[in-house]
């Protein structure tokens, strides 16, 4: 990760700050005020006390009279300082509500390839903690500083009046506990990146074992995954240990200085006290060293926020920086398509120490079921990804109805495509308004409808709100056979002009799959289809069948023709069905 600088990600900040700002400058105000109010409580405090002079010499009307106004004062500092903390904390919720969207949006425009390389629990951290993080920090640190240099400049010219010569001691002393806290809180700033860093592990790595956790637990390795977390979890807590251990000093520090300093005005107040100076004068002039002093020991806290702020930060911003898929608003959409699909001289590979397809042709015509299959890492879903142009080919061309399907619109042509994948995906919302998905204003006869031809229907209607039952976030409240048969669904529904089915029916039971293949085969009649499958029997009535190994396509024909010829199609199917 490339740090950035403190004003460099301040200036990055401020596009998301800008239009709640007037919730910060209330906040500033209102704060303001009550930190001037708060400043002519002592002087008050001090006349009280001098309103008892001694034994049997009290003027409680002039004390009683001082007391009410403290307490109201008192009310109406509350008061305020509530009503700036309440636009503050509007600010930081609107702030990271602004900077959640920019993440969430920014996740819609990368290309897959952002998605499938980094651990989706370390982007949901940083989306949640580390934007917390950020407002928590960032913001409320500004204002504290902001306020804090004001109390300083009104404290030091009411000490400066009440005796210029304990204020200039108290001017030159008290600097030093900032100083101090500084140089101790510039030791963490390194150990907070680690340890919001390690955090995005911890959570990464958690995310995994919960959604695989019965993949856990069949295989018996609790245990592994356990001692696995705890070792992230120590990293995270010695992280966490070494930062706060340092942070923590400095609070002390800066106190053990302030409270050195207040001792010494307390005891040279007591010599002038001797001299004829007012005991309320000492009390107030006391008050207000602590409250010069007060600044100093908030900013210790404020520079470990910020230090926590400032590591998340860079972990924000490195998200929202990273490239978007290349932009395609100019480019034509593709208004109709016939069907035909072309790939010429296509070279792809993830990476550069792998070449996986190398040189594939294939032209598909209007209507024709392609079937794709090879043993596993030949190539097969990377096919469907180039298809769809989740990635773009390293050469070559991919058209579709004649047009390069890089010089149109990404949207455009991917509406004429239906997909049903192996790992089928259904989110927290009723059964209706998944198989709508695609097609949110289809009427309620058209769900059943492509419910019925999915072989989905009489399933739902057993379920306890039938078509309106809310699908659970993880869909655990029907099986997995039943997720697909939804997916199945929402494609019948859409009936696109081509479709794309990557193991549609692999976790669905023999018999509800030959029912489903029946209604398959009626919905692909006229539709290009590109269909993945192991199981080989579902594809032998393929109009073409694309044998791959290694990236290559090393054999195409018929199912029946690839049989007589006994090469490598007659191998995999044997190895299924031979003897």
């Given at each position: 990760?490339?740090?950035?600088?403190?004003?460099?990600?301040?200036?990055?900040?401020?596009?998301?700050?800008?239009?709640?700002?007037?919730?910060?400058?209330?906040?500033?105000?209102?704060?303001?005020?009550?930190?001037?109010?708060?400043?002519?409580?002592?002087?008050?405090?001090?006349?009280?006390?001098?309103?008892?002079?001694?034994?049997?010499?009290?003027?409680?009307?002039?004390?009683?009279?001082?007391?009410?106004?403290?307490?109201?004062?008192?009310?109406?500092?509350?008061?305020?300082?509530?009503?700036?903390?309440?636009?503050?904390?509007?600010?930081?919720?609107?702030?990271?509500?602004?900077?959640?969207?920019?993440?969430?949006?920014?996740?819609?425009?990368?290309?897959?390839?952002?998605?499938?390389?980094?651990?989706?629990?370390?982007?949901?951290?940083?989306?949640?903690?580390?934007?917390?993080?950020?407002?928590?920090?960032?913001?409320?640190?500004?204002?504290?500083?902001?306020?804090?240099?004001?109390?300083?400049?009104?404290?030091?010219?009411?000490?400066?009046?009440?005796?210029?010569?304990?204020?200039?001691?108290?001017?030159?002393?008290?600097?030093?506990?900032?100083?101090?806290?500084?140089?101790?809180?510039?030791?963490?700033?390194?150990?907070?990146?680690?340890?919001?860093?390690?955090?995005?592990?911890?959570?990464?790595?958690?995310?995994?074992?919960?959604?695989?956790?019965?993949?856990?637990?069949?295989?018996?390795?609790?245990?592994?995954?356990?001692?696995?977390?705890?070792?992230?979890?120590?990293?995270?807590?010695?992280?966490?240990?070494?930062?706060?251990?340092?942070?923590?000093?400095?609070?002390?520090?800066?106190?053990?200085?302030?409270?050195?300093?207040?001792?010494?005005?307390?005891?040279?107040?007591?010599?002038?006290?001797?001299?004829?100076?007012?005991?309320?004068?000492?009390?107030?002039?006391?008050?207000?060293?602590?409250?010069?002093?007060?600044?100093?020991?908030?900013?210790?806290?404020?520079?470990?926020?910020?230090?926590?702020?400032?590591?998340?930060?860079?972990?924000?911003?490195?998200?929202?920086?990273?490239?978007?898929?290349?932009?395609?608003?100019?480019?034509?959409?593709?208004?109709?398509?016939?069907?035909?699909?072309?790939?010429?001289?296509?070279?792809?590979?993830?990476?550069?120490?792998?070449?996986?397809?190398?040189?594939?042709?294939?032209?598909?015509?209007?209507?024709?079921?392609?079937?794709?299959?090879?043993?596993?890492?030949?190539?097969?879903?990377?096919?469907?990804?180039?298809?769809?142009?989740?990635?773009?080919?390293?050469?070559?061309?991919?058209?579709?109805?004649?047009?390069?399907?890089?010089?149109?619109?990404?949207?455009?042509?991917?509406?004429?495509?239906?997909?049903?994948?192996?790992?089928?995906?259904?989110?927290?919302?009723?059964?209706?308004?998944?198989?709508?998905?695609?097609?949110?204003?289809?009427?309620?006869?058209?769900?059943?409808?492509?419910?019925?031809?999915?072989?989905?229907?009489?399933?739902?209607?057993?379920?306890?709100?039938?078509?309106?039952?809310?699908?659970?976030?993880?869909?655990?409240?029907?099986?997995?056979?039943?997720?697909?048969?939804?997916?199945?669904?929402?494609?019948?529904?859409?009936?696109?002009?081509?479709?794309?089915?990557?193991?549609?029916?692999?976790?669905?039971?023999?018999?509800?799959?030959?029912?489903?293949?029946?209604?398959?085969?009626?919905?692909?009649?006229?539709?290009?289809?590109?269909?993945?499958?192991?199981?080989?029997?579902?594809i032998e009535n393929a109009d073409t069948i694309l044998v791959m190994n290694k990236g290559s396509i090393v054999e195409q024909g018929k199912h029946n023709e690839l049989l007589e010829k006994q090469g490598f199609y007659y191998e995999l199917f044997n190895s299924q069905f031979g003897v």
């Amino acid at each position: 990760m490339k740090k950035k600088g403190f004003k460099q990600l301040l200036s990055k900040l401020l596009p998301y700050v800008r239009p709640h700002k007037t919730s910060f400058y209330m906040s500033v105000v209102f704060t303001l005020l009550a930190i001037s109010i708060n400043m002519a409580i002592p002087i008050l405090s001090g006349l009280a006390i001098d309103c008892m002079i001694g034994v049997n010499n009290v003027n409680f009307h002039l004390l009683y009279e001082y007391l009410i106004i403290i307490l109201i004062m008192t009310i109406m500092s509350s008061l305020l300082d509530w009503l700036g903390e309440y636009n503050m904390n509007i600010l930081t919720y609107k702030t990271g509500q602004s900077i959640r969207n920019a993440i969430y949006h920014k996740l819609n425009n990368v290309p897959i390839k952002y998605v499938d390389n980094n651990s989706h629990g370390d982007i949901m951290n940083t989306m949640i903690a580390d934007v917390e993080n950020v407002t928590d920090g960032f913001l409320s640190g500004f204002k504290s500083i902001l306020c804090g240099i004001f109390q300083l400049v009104v404290v030091m010219v009411i000490m400066l009046v009440l005796r210029w010569l304990l204020a200039l001691i108290v001017i030159i002393i008290a600097p030093f506990s900032l100083l101090l806290a500084i140089k101790i809180t510039k030791k963490s700033k390194k150990l907070y990146r680690q340890r919001v860093e390690i955090q995005g592990s911890v959570s990464g790595y958690a995310e995994e074992m919960i959604t695989n956790m019965k993949i856990i637990k069949a295989f018996n390795d609790e245990d592994n995954a356990v001692e696995k977390f705890n070792s992230l979890n120590k990293q995270l807590y010695d992280s966490g240990e070494k930062s706060s251990y340092y942070a923590s000093l400095a609070n002390p520090a800066s106190r053990l200085v302030n409270g050195i300093l207040y001792g010494v005005i307390g005891v040279m107040g007591a010599f002038m006290a001797m001299d004829g100076l007012k005991i309320g004068r000492i009390s107030s002039f006391l008050s207000y060293s602590d409250n010069f002093t007060k600044p100093f020991n908030d900013l210790t806290s404020i520079f470990a926020d910020l230090n926590i702020a400032i590591a998340s930060a860079g972990r924000v911003f490195e998200l929202l920086d990273e490239p978007n898929e290349i932009d395609d608003s100019k480019l034509p959409i593709l208004k109709k398509c016939n069907g035909e699909v072309e790939l010429k001289n296509v070279d792809f590979s993830y990476s550069n120490s792998f070449k996986l397809i190398e040189n594939l042709n294939l032209s598909v015509k209007k209507g024709q079921r392609v079937a794709i299959v090879g043993p596993t890492g030949c190539g097969k879903s990377t096919i469907i990804n180039l298809l769809m142009r989740f990635y773009d080919v390293d050469k070559g061309s991919i058209k579709v109805s004649s047009k390069d399907i890089r010089k149109v619109k990404r949207a455009s042509f991917r509406s004429f495509y239906g997909m049903v994948l192996q790992e089928s995906w259904l989110y927290n919302a009723s059964v209706r308004d998944n198989v709508a998905y695609g097609k949110p204003d289809a009427s309620m006869d058209e769900i059943i409808e492509a419910c019925k031809q999915a072989n989905a229907h009489q399933f739902i209607e057993k379920l306890p709100e039938g078509y309106d039952t809310i699908i659970t976030e993880r869909a655990d409240n029907i099986s997995a056979g039943q997720k697909q048969l939804l997916c199945i669904a929402r494609i019948m529904l859409l009936k696109p002009p081509m479709m794309i089915l990557d193991e549609a029916t692999s976790n669905i039971d023999t018999r509800t799959e030959m029912k489903i293949q029946e209604a398959l085969d009626i919905m692909m009649e006229g539709r290009t289809c590109f269909i993945v499958a192991h199981r080989l029997s579902t594809i032998e009535n393929a109009d073409t069948i694309l044998v791959m190994n290694k990236g290559s396509i090393v054999e195409q024909g018929k199912h029946n023709e690839l049989l007589e010829k006994q090469g490598f199609y007659y191998e995999l199917f044997n190895s299924q069905f031979g003897v």
